[in-house]
């Protein structure tokens, strides 16, 4: 799949055009407003409704390659023989202007899925699914993608990115699936000129400007977590915080921990994967009443355990943050990315 | 891309006995000869047992793969999909996933004497050794099997308990913690069996299997008597899901008991950092 990546242009004025064109072979997935005049990733059906100067949804959009509830098999029984049969899902769709930060998030949960033994229901669906990120000129307010190196802009990874250039969008195609999307639309796009390339490296240039210091310091975070050097005493303090209710996995882009259950009755089941959460009790307790992480702290240190230690980041090449800032919004309990790391680099909860 | 990693096969129950009041040993065949073909496994190893309508878990393979085309597998009824399962009779149908995990090295065996220490429903992991072992028996040295359960009732077992007993080239001991009328053998943990055996640290490959505090104390106890880290070997328990490295419920540190392990030495079971 990868290619020369190449850099086009198309004027504001023909990306309703561009849309319209996607729109008749493809199922577009875009921010859009809700019922509630919230913005929320969803399935569009005319190019007016996709916004292109919005804040990031809170419910990211992996839910598009990983549905909280995805069926995975389909289970038959009659006079007590049972049929089995894969549930796939062959949707051609479009993810079209998502942050920079929610692209890299989807793209580390195909990586983890590609992994052996790979997981064909999960890649199939992803396969189809092409995405067009639209770079962050401006950053939002609560991100900090610049400490893992997921925005604002992507220097690889990305199907389509766009960035914003005044009266053009530039558009830089990473893949053949980009390809693909560009081409059924080939007269509206130009290649860009040096200039406009030049000026899309001044615009990153000043989104990162933006950005003040450093606000999350995943490596010295890390140093610590991946040899246990955080002391057991500042995770009990920390998850007395913690509210357990899974927020923070559920709004989190990189978040894919699973439970399998069957659905239906009757002799007719559906096989689901169903998001689980790593801080709910529940997780790891075992059927003989044995649960090797009965403890909140115990629990709170698995999970960041996964996201910035170094054990998980040789496996993934990343941390499993990609700094949204969706976690700052959502965890009542004041327990999010930025303030534990913040926490683990001190040895200190609220001066404690 | 076809072979999905969530897709069971379909096995039949070929036949059930009860072990214990609470659990039973399921004699399982697989409805289609290639996939009984395609199902190679090591002793050690486990397979994801759907129930269907129940969802799925693990459960160790009890039989040894040098007597192929059924396999057992012993489960204790204690929750609601094992409820289900002990209600089930032969030709009744479930879901196979796997065989998953490692196993144990039996290649690495060969030529070593061997001591095998199980507690309870630990067994079953170990008894899939101890056949392949006495199937070919001629290549290793000597086997000695330690076994303790609550109660006289609560061995699983009894028959091949009895063969064990009194088969030569096999050292066979068992107590139980508690006793009840008719029991003449040993009384006390299993830790006491120690001294009714000559042990050889340095010869001798150690595999431990119960619940988690026999485990501590028999572990201990091998240590104090000369066993090294590395000659100690036990299978570990976590909730899992997939059984393939993806949920993260069995996830200890970067690690996974269900594709790193279950089987791991105590060397490797230390340096597990999460």
Redesign the interface.
């Known amino acids: 799949m990868k290619m020369q990546p190449h850099v086009l242009t198309i004027r504001k004025r023909d990306a309703t055009k561009w849309l319209a064109k996607l729109l008749e072979s493809r199922d577009v997935i875009a921010p859009a407003l809700g019922p509630c005049g919230e913005v929320l990733f969803s399935k569009v059906d005319s190019p007016e409704q996709v916004l292109w100067d919005f804040e990031n949804p809170l419910p990211p959009p992996k839910q598009f390659v990983l549905p909280q509830t995805d069926p ?2 389909r ?1 038959q ?1 009659d006079n ?3 049929e ?3 549930i796939y899902d062959d949707r051609q769709r479009v993810l079209f202007n998502v942050r920079p930060c929610d692209a890299r998030g989807i793209a580390f949960l195909t990586q ?2 590609e ?1 052996e ?5 999960y ?2 669906r992803a396969e189809k699914l092409t995405v067009i990120s639209l770079a962050c000129n401006t950053p939002c307010r609560l991100g900090f993608c610049v400490c893992s190196d997921s925005g604002p802009f992507l220097s690889a990874g990305h199907d389509i990115q766009l960035t914003d250039l005044g009266e053009k969008y530039l558009a830089e195609i990473g893949t053949a699936k980009g390809e693909g999307a560009v081409s059924d639309a080939a007269g509206l796009f130009d290649a860009a000129t040096e200039d406009e390339v030049v000026r899309r490296k001044e615009l990153e240039a000043e989104a990162r400007g933006h950005f003040g210091e450093e606000t999350c310091h995943f490596a010295s975070a890390m140093r610590r977590v ?3 050097r955080v002391a057991d005493a500042l995770w009990e303090r920390m998850s007395d915080w913690c509210l357990e209710c899974g927020a923070c996995n559920f709004i989190c882009p990189t978040c ?7 659905r ?2 009757n002799g007719t ?1 559906t ?1 689901c ?1 169903t998001w ?1 959460s ?1 801080q709910y009790a529940a ?6 009443g ?1 649960n ?1 992480r009965a403890q909140p702290g115990e629990r709170m ?2 999970r960041f ?2 996201k910035v ?1 170094a ?2 980041y040789v ?1 993934d090449g990343a941390t499993g943050c990609v700094g949204c800032g969706r976690c700052i919004k959502v965890c009542l309990g004041t327990t999010d990315m930025p303030a534990v790391v913040a926490a683990i680099r001190k040895g200190a909860w609220h001066g404690q | 891309m076809d072979n999905d990693a969530f897709l069971p096969q379909i096995a039949r129950i070929d036949a059930v006995r009860d072990e214990t009041p609470d659990t039973k040993t399921f004699t399982l065949r697989f409805r289609e000869p290639e996939d009984s073909k395609a199902f190679r496994f090591l002793p050690g190893q486990f397979v994801e047992l759907p129930v269907f309508g129940y969802g799925e878990a693990p459960f160790c393979i009890a039989s040894s793969p040098t007597r192929p085309d059924t396999f057992e597998t012993t489960i204790r009824r204690t929750g609601s999909l094992t409820d289900a399962l002990h209600v089930l009779g032969p030709g009744a149908e479930v879901g196979i996933r796997g065989p998953f995990g490692n196993g144990f090295d039996v290649e690495g065996a060969r030529g070593k004497d061997l001591l095998f220490v199980a507690g309870g429903i630990g067994l079953p992991p170990l008894r899939s050794l101890i056949r392949n072992v006495l199937d070919e028996r001629d290549g290793f040295r000597s086997v000695t099997i330690l076994y303790g359960a609550r109660t006289p009732v609560d061995l699983v077992y009894k028959d091949e308990l009895k063969e064990w007993e009194t088969a030569s080239g096999v050292e066979f001991h068992v107590t139980v913690d508690n006793t009840l009328p008719g029991w003449t053998g040993n009384v006390g943990m299993v830790p006491i069996l120690f001294t009714k055996t000559t042990l050889r640290p340095e010869s001798t490959i150690a595999y431990v299997c119960g619940p988690p505090i026999m485990i501590k104390f028999v572990v201990q106890d091998l240590f104090m008597r000369g066993f090294r880290e590395e000659s100690v070997i036990s299978t570990l328990e976590r909730m899992m899901q997939c059984g393939i490295g993806k949920c993260n419920h069995c996830a200890i540190g970067h690690r996974y008991v269900c594709r790193d392990g279950p089987v791991f030495n105590f060397k490797q079971i230390r340096e597990l950092i999460e």
Do not use: N
Request: overall charge positive; charged content about 25%; hydrophobic content about 30%.
């Open positions: 995975i098999v289970i029984q007590h023989r049972t089995v049969a894969p983890m899925h992994m033994p790979a997981d064909a229901s890649l199939r991946s040899t246990r894919y921990c699973f439970s399998v259950k069957d239906g009755c089941w096989r994967r689980d790593c997780f790891t307790l075992e059927a003989s044995h090797p240190r698995r355990f996964h230690s054990q998980y496996r």
